[in-house]
């Protein structure tokens, strides 16, 4: 999953040990009662610091977004609320693999209703499957489909016949994917909530695109905003979505779900910018959960009534990491001062020397960063890929800060010419996020420290015009996470390191071995094999540093103590799910 303005989750992966869970509390409540009253015993409230902008399923692709989403529709498979390593029948009842790999057969569940009251069917998959292969939406998570279905990440010159042949319903009640490769990761695919299953019938009925190919050029690439389904929805889940403003999100149980009624009639999903605000309504009952970075935690913890959730069997699917831009658009670009090697600023090409990466990741200090931002509850990681993730390479060890060996980088970067002539460029970060902050004030001051010729400055900028400035290439190095989308590890290696993968695409980093090794691994059904492949690629980054993995936070939850049936499920954009908690 893409750049967040906040990580909190997404999946991942393949180790029988990968997804440990493990129960905590959860709780209901009203959003934002007047006048700080609790909220009704039927009303689950929670409030977090960034607002939902899109609850299409198909382009959505966001933390915040998914967290909704993933308790209004419903996927084929889906991760229950205890965890586990695979994915469990929620719309499909099984599966069967055949062909080589390359063909799936789901048997559908029956007697299920959308919040329309039109029946679920197989048409409905196929229309949902082929909307996202249709559409592709730049910035979402159709790739990750694309890929085993088409053999392509851009679908945008995939002929309609292969895309109509993709999935295919040999009954009601029974649908078939017809795979161009093999996909190991297929199943944990078809659970992120990019895959959710939506009511073709009235989608349709409202404007969405009709599923025939002669209405398919015109979705072509289509960014979806505006879309019907941007703030609407009928889905199979347990709640039904009432409203949605540019202050929250408000749901009701749907009282015809296949799978019984949840505790809470009510849920509200309230957009509170301010943490000091978020953790009064906690402390006062107007709200049952908040969002509060690690740095904001004293303003609840060991208060009564509040619970700060924390167990060390809890595994983050997040990983976080500075990367650097080997080929910054210096046009017009103040973040690189003069454009070129002359001590007042940076040229174009300054991070694609391989020393230069080192001197930065060897002048990171990451146990400072983890008391700095992550209140010392913290992992230094050797790869961008979560540990509990196959493939995680434990044999090398993580960058740690050392003097000398960053000097020595430092002396031989820029061929031998950075430590007499130095450097002066501009890091930024998104206004607010004070992890990222904390990152870039740290190499800020040791890199300073080893030579005083070596100056970053640093600046704020809004969450938009921070990415906006990620995807055209202006900025020389920058702060970004990734939550998984689906639980394999290629949805991180991919991501991080593949050169026509989501982040190098704005870094300009390649290195075939490693393009090798990934695009292997994709394809690969034996898990050793992947494993060695993915550990393989660990190793060779390691010693290009095209990237510094930051430490991995600890994940926690914060609730109300009366909040019960929490569970921190890595999986889930909210790590439980509204109808699995009650007070």
């Known amino acids: 999953m893409p750049p967040r303005p906040h990580l909190a989750r997404r999946v991942t992966v393949l ?65 229950t609320a205890t965890g586990g ?41 196929e229309y949902s499957i082929e909307r996202a292969l249709i559409t592709d939406p730049v910035n979402s998570g159709a790739w990750s489909i694309a890929v085993p279905l088409t053999g392509a990440r851009d679908t945008s010159t995939v002929s309609w016949s292969t895309i109509d042949a993709a999935v295919t319903c040999p009954s ?33 009925s409202h ?50 779900y296949w799978g019984g009624a949840p505790a809470f009639d009510q849920v509200k999903v309230e957009t509170v910018a301010d943490a000091n605000q978020r953790a009064g309504d906690l402390l006062s009952g107007a709200a049952d959960r908040i969002d509060l ?44 001062g003069s454009g070129a090697l002359d001590g007042a600023g940076i040229p174009a090409n300054f991070f694609a020397d391989q020393e230069t990466r080192l001197c930065f990741a060897y002048a990171f200090d990451p146990q400072a960063y983890i008391n700095d931002a992550l209140g010392g509850h913290g992992t230094e990681l050797t790869m961008a890929l979560p540990p509990s993730l196959l ?12 003097a000398t060996i960053a000097q020595q980088h430092c002396d031989a970067a820029q061929g031998g010419t950075l430590g007499t002539v130095g450097f002066t460029l501009t890091a930024v970060y998104n206004t607010g996020n004070t992890a990222r902050q904390a990152a870039l004030q740290n190499l800020k001051t040791n890199l300073a420290a080893i030579n005083p010729k070596f100056q970053i400055n640093l600046a704020s900028e809004s969450w938009s015009a921070y990415t906006n400035d990620i995807f055209a290439n202006k900025l020389p190095l920058f702060d970004m996470g990734w939550i998984a989308d689906y639980a394999d590890p290629d949805d991180f290696m991919s991501t991080f ?65 009366s909040l019960q049936g929490v569970t921190y499920n890595p999986v889930l954009a909210g790590q439980f799910l509204w109808k699995d908690v009650s007070r």
């Open 391 to 402: 493939g995680y390479n434990t044999s090398i060890s993580p960058y740690a800060h050392n």
């Open 85 to 125: 390593a695979a994915p469990q029948p929620r719309l499909a009842t099984s599966y069967a693999i055949s062909n080589g790999n390359l063909t799936y057969t789901f048997d559908l569940r029956q007697g299920v209703t959308y919040h329309s009251g039109n029946p679920f069917t197989c048409a409905d998959v």
């Open 15 to 79: 180790l029988a040990t990968a997804l440990a869970v493990v129960l905590g509390l959860t709780a209901c409540t009203n959003p934002s009662s007047p006048g700080g009253q609790s909220s009704p015993p039927t009303t689950y409230t929670y409030e977090t610091s960034s607002g939902v902008n899109m609850l299409d399923p198909v382009a959505a692709y966001s933390n915040g977004p998914d967290a909704i989403i993933e308790n209004l529709y419903e996927t084929l498979y889906a991760y």
């Open 293 to 336: 970075q690690e740095t904001n935690l004293s303003l609840v913890s060991g208060r009564t009534g509040v619970t700060v959730h924390r167990d060390p069997g809890w595994s983050s699917l997040t990983v976080s990491s500075v990367l650097f831009n080997e080929a910054i658009d210096t046009t017009s670009n103040s973040y690189v």
């Open 497 to 561: 390191y593949l050169s026509s993968g989501y982040y190098p695409q704005y870094t300009g980093f390649s290195n075939s071995q490693i393009d090798n090794d990934i695009q292997q691994a994709e394809i690969t059904t034996d898990s050793q094999t992947r494993a060695t492949l993915y550990e393989d690629v660990g190793q060779v980054a390691h010693g290009l540093a095209p990237l510094i993995p930051l430490p991995q936070e600890a994940p926690y939850i914060v609730t109300r103590s």
């Open 172 to 204: 009601s009640h029974q649908v078939v994917f017809n795979l161009a490769q093999v996909s190991p990761a297929f199943l944990a695919i078809l659970a992120q909530p990019t895959y959710s299953i939506v009511d073709s019938v009235w989608a349709e």
């Open 207 to 256: 404007g969405e695109w009709d599923g025939t190919q002669a209405d398919a050029g015109n979705w072509r690439g289509n960014d979806l905003t505006g879309s019907y389904l941007e703030t609407h929805a009928s889905g199979t889940g347990a709640y039904q979505l009432t409203g949605v403003s540019s202050g929250g999100v408000t749901a009701s149980a749907y009282p015809n």
